[in-house]
C-alpha cells in the first residue's frame, strides 16, 4: 500500500506560479502511470497531466504549454510545475498511482489551489 501527500497548493494572483509536490511513502517506481487531477466546486474531477515510467507524458487541452509533470523515482515524488495560471485552475488538486495502467488505485488526499483574478 502506497500513501501519497500531496503539497504546495495555495493562494496566486492570475499569471503567478505554483509548484505542486507529491511525496510517496514508498517507492513509485511501479507505478505506472502518476497522474494529478482536479476538481473545482460543482465539477467532475478530471485528469489534468500523467506521466509513465519511463517520462511519457500526457496533458489535457486546457493547461497544456503552462502545466509541466515530471517525477523522481529516487525520490518517490511527482511533481506539477503550473505557470501562466488562470482564475478557472482554481480546484483541489490530487495526486495518484496507477499499479497497472487500469485504473487509479492510490490517491492523496489533496491541496487546494486558488488563483485570484
Do not use: H
Not at 500513501?3 to 514508498?26: D, I, K, N, T, W
Not at 523515482?73 to 482564475?87: G, I, R
Amino acid at each position: 500500500q502506497v500513501q501519497l501527500r500531496e503539497s504546495g497548493g495555495g493562494l496566486v494572483q492570475a499569471g503567478g506560479s505554483l509548484r505542486l509536490s507529491c511525496a510517496a511513502s514508498g517507492s513509485i517506481f511501479s507505478l505506472n502511470p502518476m497522474g494529478w487531477f482536479r476538481q473545482a466546486p460543482g465539477k467532475q474531477r478530471e485528469l489534468v497531466a500523467s506521466i509513465a515510467n519511463p517520462g511519457k507524458t500526457n496533458y489535457a487541452d486546457s493547461v497544456k504549454g503552462r502545466f509541466t509533470i515530471s517525477r523522481d523515482n529516487a525520490k518517490n515524488t511527482v511533481y506539477l510545475q503550473m505557470n501562466s495560471l488562470k482564475p478557472e485552475d482554481t480546484a483541489v488538486y490530487y495526486c495518484a498511482g496507477s499499479r497497472r495502467g487500469i485504473q487509479y488505485d492510490y490517491w492523496g488526499q489533496g491541496t487546494q489551489v486558488t488563483v485570484s483574478s
